[in-house]
């Protein structure tokens, strides 16, 4: 690879992703690959620690994959991959497991939420979630992380692991920067604009799918929680028209001051309808590329393999110079 700088980021493969995904973090993947050397993931292992079935699990991993390439993502510029296709994600992550403490993970926020909302299955691959997360960016001493902010936390946790290791056996991992971006760091629900859009959610009208097709976008912007007011500016306690001028931000590219300005006099029902078709004109050929791609199934074999070996070869030399540093013995 090029002397650039490093760029991890791995998604889980729930569902088809939202519009908080995309804006949040798919998004910006792309035009990062021509600036640096950049690997991404299909995060299988992270999504079984809430139950999945085995066979919708499998599709929405080859869905997930599919779907990068649809939003932009390159297997020639990076290296596009499924985690559980490089054993050196297990491999560092019970390493990292050594040097992390219980208090630090019994901290961590989305641990807290998905033990609440999980209550019958609090297993300890929940608990120790943030260990692989960090094996995933440092098994490849990743410079820069573009993740939206709910990851925040989970990257610092990182940075604080790679640091504990380094002075405990000498300087070795580079810490990660999180790569957030300045508008749609955190997209909300469009039915309780004060919670983040979730896959999670019960609600299907909270969450815009990027696969939802023009009419159902529409729909679901035009239900949107907005505010008794008629005004259209971003100001603070107007959470709901404060997310749909990110949205319409995020895909148009006009800052708040000139949506301002295009929506004065007009009401809620005129800037909800722009809004939803905007959105499902900026997603249109994602839509496409997909439902093209996702038909090349040996194609799809064919990059998630090179991709796959591409990751191990990179993140191989790596996870053996930390079984040396820790005191295991050399194989060979
Ligand atoms: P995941 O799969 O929940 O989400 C993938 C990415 O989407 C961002 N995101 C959002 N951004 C803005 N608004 C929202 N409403 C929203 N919802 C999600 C997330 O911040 C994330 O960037 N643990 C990670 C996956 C992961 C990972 C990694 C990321 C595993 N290993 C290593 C970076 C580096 C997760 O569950 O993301």
């Known amino acids: 690879m090029e002397n650039k700088k490093l760029i991890f980021s791995g998604i889980q493969p729930t569902g088809t992703f939202t519009l908080g995904n995309y804006i949040g973090a798919i998004r910006n993947w792309g035009p990062l690959q021509d600036e640096y050397n950049c690997i991404y993931c299909v995060v299988d292992m992270h999504a079984i620690t809430v139950k999945q079935g085995p066979v919708k699990l499998r599709q929405s991993t080859m869905n997930s994959y599919a779907l990068l390439m649809a939003c932009g993502i390159d297997p020639e510029k990076s290296i596009l991959f499924i985690q559980s296709h490089v054993k050196t994600h297990a491999e560092l992550s019970w390493v990292l497991g050594c040097n992390t403490q219980f208090g630090e993970l019994s901290r961590m926020t989305q641990f807290k939420d998905k033990s609440q909302r999980h209550p019958d299955d609090i297993n300890s691959g929940l608990f120790t979630y943030p260990v692989l997360m960090a094996a995933d960016i440092l098994a490849y001493n990743a410079d820069l992380v573009p993740v939206g902010v709910d990851q925040k936390q989970h990257l610092e946790l990182a940075r604080?692991?790679?640091?504990?290791?380094?002075?405990?056996?000498?300087?070795?991992?580079?810490?990660?920067?999180?790569?957030?971006?300045?508008?749609?760091?955190?997209?909300?629900?469009?039915?309780?604009?004060?919670?983040?859009?979730?896959?999670?959610?019960?609600?299907?009208?909270?969450?815009?799918?990027?696969?939802?097709?023009?009419?159902?976008?529409?729909?679901?912007?035009?239900?949107?929680?907005?505010?008794?007011?008629?005004?259209?500016?971003?100001?603070?306690?107007?959470?709901?028209?404060?997310?749909?001028?990110?949205?319409?931000?995020?895909?148009?590219?006009?800052?708040?001051?000139?949506?301002?300005?295009?929506?004065?006099?007009?009401?809620?029902?005129?800037?909800?309808?722009?809004?939803?078709e905007a959105v499902a004109d900026h997603l249109e050929p994602v839509r496409t590329e997909f439902a093209r791609i996702s038909q090349d199934k040996a194609f799809l074999k064919k990059c998630y393999t090179e991709g796959a070996e591409k990751a191990l070869r990179y993140s191989q030399r790596i996870v053996s110079k930390v079984y040396r540093k820790v005191g295991f013995v050399d194989k060979t």
């Open 160 to 276: 604080n692991i790679a640091q504990r290791f380094n002075q405990r056996y000498g300087d070795f991992f580079t810490l990660p920067e999180p790569y957030i971006p300045k508008v749609g760091a955190k997209v909300m629900s469009l039915q309780d604009p004060t919670k983040k859009m979730s896959k999670s959610d019960d609600n299907p009208n909270a969450v815009i799918l990027i696969l939802d097709d023009k009419d159902t976008i529409i729909r679901k912007f035009k239900r949107a929680v907005t505010d008794s007011e008629a005004e259209i500016c971003y100001r603070e306690g107007k959470d709901g028209i404060n997310n749909l001028m990110t949205i319409y931000s995020s895909v148009t590219g006009k800052d708040f001051a000139a949506i301002e300005s295009e929506f004065a006099g007009k009401g809620y029902g005129d800037f909800k309808l722009a809004v939803g």
